[in-house]
């Protein structure tokens, strides 16, 4: 949500902060803007895509210094527009010429802004990142590093900022609360950005700034302080992403990447923790807590959208393998009710990015109530990960396509090894305990197969794509399946689609079917089969078009359906691993068939940093 990306050193700024934008652009993308210093300051801003400040700045020689930052937004406050596209400036009248690029929400500053006014300055946007500008040019007193300080004891909310000064040329101030930021670290140059991406074309050395951290950078040295000016040391490290991993290589989207990408995420996800000859989960992660966990009586898993499916999978399986009573609350909602939170509770947070600030908020809140708190979180060292107690990382590398599938994937990988990890520390017997671990392990296989499929499901997609309302229905696991389908297809190719359990249909939804109104249906083999295949019917005698996902060889269910998709027979805990496989691939080919961007659906943008 909003990217941001910093340079100081010996090289262009220009087309290191381009290209970084180009990289960041899928945590928003409704304008940008870069400033640079060269002399004087230079800057450049426009509505729209990173493209389009591209061609304003790519042959202006003004632009040619090796200082500078720039931003690509996701609309807060204040519409997308080329006033309220960052960077924003100081008062111009006091023409300290300080911009500053910033992500996160000021939430005082309606206050802070009043206090300016009567102060005199007067405000060129509707932002909030223009009213931090301001205080920084306020308190500015030759030193844009105690500057910017001073200006961050007064606010509240959550930033990550750059900030530059036309006084000090030779410097770069970063800073962040919440939101991220890391601080790429190379020969005589800083990189600095929202994500790594940014940052791993020019060097792999790179620290995470701490939360109300500030850093000082000039071309050949460092300084990182708390906001109070106590210095502290960072911990440079080697950054775990390569450039493969980040660049579309021969595929047309990162949707479909990431699609692809499944099988081999799941494989590393599960390498080394699976044990299934010795009916064995081994979480690196967790052993400082065995014991704890062993003991607990309840479990609370948080997230939100893709991940809060996951964990509603996550659900029925903690309840089914590990036989705790286990509750999926939204992360949003949770926090502001008052949750009894039961003594040997763990809460499990669930999230790709490890940044949204809805469940990083209520997994402080579980822990602020006594539980143990877990993660279950795609990006290493991100704030969910440092938040929580221990955790268990996803491994599934950067996840680029606004519309999550590989983090889902991983998300409920992690979550079934951790039900059968204490699962077998309650009541999951050793030998269904290996069983099912002999299943899992061949998981990612059977989702090659279902991959294999992909020219099959675009022409049952293709029937039904001109459609503007879509049903999903699923039972059991399934049914946070049929969810997710929905959320799939209605994110990125705008198509109204809601997903219930199956039965729920006919308490209300079943007025909506009409003549060939497609109706997705998870139908494979399990517990539930026979009411699926008697909800189907309820679809059928209506005139809805039933698209089956079924168990292979299932040929009966040509029966129920118009057209039928078939995944490999795997025990129902393991399903939902393989059946929104399918669901992904429908969502990806209706959006491609509509003429729709992918990778960068409408009003979106990847990893929510504000509530
Ligand atoms: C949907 C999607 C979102 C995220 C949600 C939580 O495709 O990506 O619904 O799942 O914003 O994000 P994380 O997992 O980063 O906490």
Redesign the pocket.
């Known amino acids: 949500m909003c990217g941001i990306v910093a340079y100081i050193g010996t090289k262009p700024a220009k087309d290191l902060l381009l290209e970084g934008l180009k990289r960041l652009e899928y945590r928003g993308y409704d304008s940008a803007g870069i400033a640079i210093i060269n002399g004087g300051l230079k800057v450049a801003r426009t509505i729209g895509r990173v493209a389009g400040l591209e061609a304003l700045v790519e042959n202006d020689a003004d632009f040619d210094g090796s200082i500078g930052i720039a931003h690509t937004r996701w609309a807060t406050h204040g519409e997308p527009s080329e006033r309220n596209a960052h960077p924003h400036s100081d008062d111009l009248k006091q023409g300290y010429g300080i911009r500053v690029v910033h992500n996160g929400i000021i939430e005082n500053y309606a206050t802070l802004k009043q206090y300016l006014q009567e102060k005199g300055h007067s405000f060129t946007s509707d932002t909030d990142t223009e009213v931090l500008a301001h205080l920084i040019g306020e308190l500015y007193d030759g030193n844009l590093e105690t500057a910017v300080q001073s200006a961050l004891r007064e606010v509240t909310g959550a930033y990550a900022i750059a900030v530059i000064c036309e006084k000090e040329p030779d410097v770069l101030v970063v800073a962040r609360k919440g939101s991220p930021l890391i601080v790429g670290v190379g020969q005589d140059e800083y990189v600095v950005a929202s994500d790594s991406s940014a940052i791993v074309a020019h060097t792999t050395q790179a620290f995470l700034l701490d939360n109300e951290t500030v850093a000082r950078l000039t071309r050949d040295s460092f300084r990182t302080t708390t906001v109070d000016n106590v210095e502290l040391t960072p911990e440079i490290k080697e950054l775990e992403y390569s450039l493969e991993q980040i660049e579309l290589g021969d595929f047309e989207h990162f949707m479909l990447k990431e699609i692809h990408e499944q099988p081999n995420t799941l494989r590393t996800c599960m390498q080394g923790r699976i044990d299934a000859a010795g009916s064995k989960i081994v979480l690196g992660g967790l052993a400082d807590h065995s014991d704890e966990l062993t003991q607990i009586q309840r479990v609370l898993l948080l997230?939100?959208?893709?991940?809060?499916?996951?964990a509603m999978i996550g659900e029925y399986l903690f309840e089914g393998l590990a036989g705790v009573p286990t509750e999926v609350e939204f992360?949003s909602e949770f926090r502001y009710r008052n949750p009894i939170v039961e003594e040997r509770t763990v809460a499990i947070?669930?999230?790709?990015?490890?940044?949204?600030a809805?469940?990083l908020a209520a997994v402080q809140e579980a822990k602020r109530r006594g539980a143990i708190t877990l993660g279950a979180?795609?990006?290493v060292g991100s704030s969910?990960a440092r938040e929580t107690d221990a955790g268990v990382y996803l491994r599934v590398g950067p996840?680029i396509?606004?519309?999550?599938?590989k983090?889902?994937i991983g998300?409920v990988a992690v979550l079934t090894m951790l039900a059968a990890y204490i699962g077998r520390r309650h009541h999951l017997g050793r030998d269904e305990m290996s069983d099912l671990m002999y299943a899992f392990e061949e998981i990612p296989s059977h989702i090659e197969t279902i991959l294999a499929q992909s020219e099959h499901i675009h022409k049952v997609t293709k029937g039904v794509v001109n459609r503007d309302n879509w049903l999903f229905l699923g039972r059991g696991t399934n049914y946070p399946v049929a969810l997710?389908g929905a959320?799939?297809l209605k994110?990125?190719s705008y198509i109204h689609a809601e997903g219930m359990p199956a039965a729920e249909m006919k308490h209300g939804p079943i007025a909506l079917i009409d003549k060939g109104m497609p109706v997705v249906v998870v139908a494979t083999k399990g517990s539930q089969y026979e009411k699926v295949i008697g909800n189907m019917e309820e679809v059928r005698s209506r005139g809805g078009h039933v698209i089956a996902i079924a168990t292979e060889g299932d040929e009966n269910i040509h029966k129920h359906c118009n057209d039928a998709i078939f995944v490999p027979d795997v025990p129902e805990p393991l399903q939902p691993l393989v059946t929104v496989v399918p669901l992904q691939l429908i969502a990806y080919h209706a959006a491609v068939l509509r003429g729709k961007d992918v990778d960068k659906p409408r009003n979106?943008a990847?990893?929510?940093t504000v509530e």
Do not use: M, P
């Open positions: 997230g939100q959208g893709t991940a809060l499916h996951a992360a947070a669930v999230s790709q990015s490890g940044e949204t809805d469940t979180v795609n990006v969910i996840e396509g606004v519309a999550s599938t983090a889902f998300q997710e959320l799939k994110e990125i979106l990847k990893s929510v």
